[in-house]
């Protein structure tokens, strides 16, 4: 197996730097008809449906991608794969800017990109996991799992500052493209300082787990207990998800609060959603397993959950601060069971290969989001909505506390 890092702090920043922020507008990218969506339903374009399904179908084949974008990243050069989901961006934003009055069309290429965007997180994980100086990967790891929030954040910031919710497309076009230029020039530059060092048999007898040198990866995944990351990681991606119909719930259930308010509104959550990989590092001093801090997170939201369903009867201001905290420790949740997880998993040489498949997990959590809850809140209402939310986050706190003792026996293992 071959090992390449950089051993220049200074060029290992550079590339970090480029890799962030190239991954960060990457992140913003993908949440377009999520940040429109109250401008599109109020215009008549479109209903809450209708725009969850085209960003349902985007994760859907996404999360499908995801599984071999992984795999990849852990056998191939990901600064070319990286390159490759920059590129892709940029042409698909650009056809949808001119073709969004089209909705199977427009739901045809939103899915091109999801393909296309086959290895922004595993490529962008394995390069800060594992190719970085030592001495900043692990700040490097959580930095990167900011990035993802900071996008979805001025997904919204752009939505709402932008004369019409179309220009979100010509906006992550060109940036895309610009981006793609900046990380080209930088890995080229940098490849030189590239140190590539082969790893033999012999050489692993320090990642073993029990007395197996050379673990299968199916073997890892069981006895770790990472089915239950799996579907924690869907749990907390679904109600992560609130967050993208906070603008649209507000501006149906309080009469006088217009669109763009709604939207400048929402940024509370969207803030709580960035501050939370930073809460849960600060955790994961104190919890050394990261399944019972999951369990924790989970087990904090459940009175802020149950506050919601005075939606409507209470001042706005007391419902964004419940789902506030609600997005707080779900964005904990996801540097628990994506970022720690995989990390978890370097040694083997299957950090960008769990990276993938827990980014999977999540973009199905995503999936199911736009497509249970705009259906539930546009044929039932809001209510019947977040009782949904509940639900999960209980299933959530419960099966984390399962999976605990799983977690810590491989862990002791390792």
């Known amino acids: 197996m071959e090992n390449r890092y950089f051993k220049d702090k200074r060029i290992s920043l550079l590339v970090l730097s480029t890799v962030m922020t190239a991954y960060g507008f990457l992140c913003m990218t993908k949440y377009c008809f999520s940040a429109a969506m109250v401008f599109i339903v109020d215009e008549g374009y479109m209903t809450k449906f209708e725009t969850g399904m085209i960003s349902a179908v985007f994760w859907a084949v996404y999360a499908v991608i995801q599984l071999f974008g992984g795999v990849l990243a852990d056998k191939f050069r990901p600064e070319k794969q990286l390159a490759i989901s920059l590129l892709g961006s940029g042409i698909i934003n650009l056809a949808i800017y001119f073709c969004y009055e089209n ?21 962008s994980f394995k390069i800060v996991s594992s190719m970085v100086h030592e001495s900043q990967r692990q700040a490097g790891t959580v930095i990167i799992t ?48 590239v140190v590539t060092e082969q790893i033999l048999p012999e050489d692993k007898k320090n990642t073993k787990v029990g007395d197996a040198p050379q673990v299968s ?42 669109p763009a308010f709604a939207t400048v509104l929402s940024f509370v959550v969207l803030v709580c959603n960035v501050l939370g990989p930073i809460l849960a590092n600060k955790l994961a001093y104190f919890f050394r397993n990261e399944m019972l801090a999951t369990a924790l997170m989970f087990a ?45 998993f370097v040694k083997w040489g299957k950090g960008g290969t769990v990276a993938g498949i827990t980014n999977a997990a999540a973009a199905f959590g995503i999936v199911g989001a736009n497509f249970a809850l705009t259906l539930i809140a546009d044929k039932f209402g809001w209510i019947p909505t977040l009782i949904t939310l509940i639900s999960l986050i209980v299933f959530g706190t419960v099966l984390a506390l399962i999976g605990t003792p799983v977690w810590k026996k491989f862990k002791n293992l390792t």
């Open 103 to 123: 909705y199977i069309l427009t739901m045809v290429l939103w899915s091109l990109n999801a393909i296309l965007q086959f290895s922004g997180w595993p490529a």
């Open 300 to 344: 904090l939201t459940i009175p802020a959950a149950f506050f919601t369903l005075l939606l409507g009867s209470v001042n706005y201001w007391f419902i964004i601060a419940a789902t506030a905290l609600i997005v707080l420790c779900a964005s904990a949740n996801g540097y628990f069971t994506m970022t720690l997880a995989s990390v978890a």
């Open 146 to 193: 900011i990035m993802s929030p900071i996008g979805v954040l001025f997904s919204y910031v752009v939505a709402a500052l932008v004369a019409h919710w179309q220009q979100n497309f010509i906006i992550s076009s060109i940036g895309s493209f610009l981006l793609m230029i900046a990380w080209l020039i930088t890995a080229k530059y940098t490849n030189r300082f």
């Open 217 to 258: 990866f199916l073997r890892l995944a069981f006895s770790s207990g990472l089915i239950f990351f799996l579907v924690l990681t869907f749990l907390r991606s679904f109600i992560t998800q609130i967050q993208t119909l906070i603008p649209v719930m507000i501006n149906e259930s309080y009469e006088g609060v217009q």
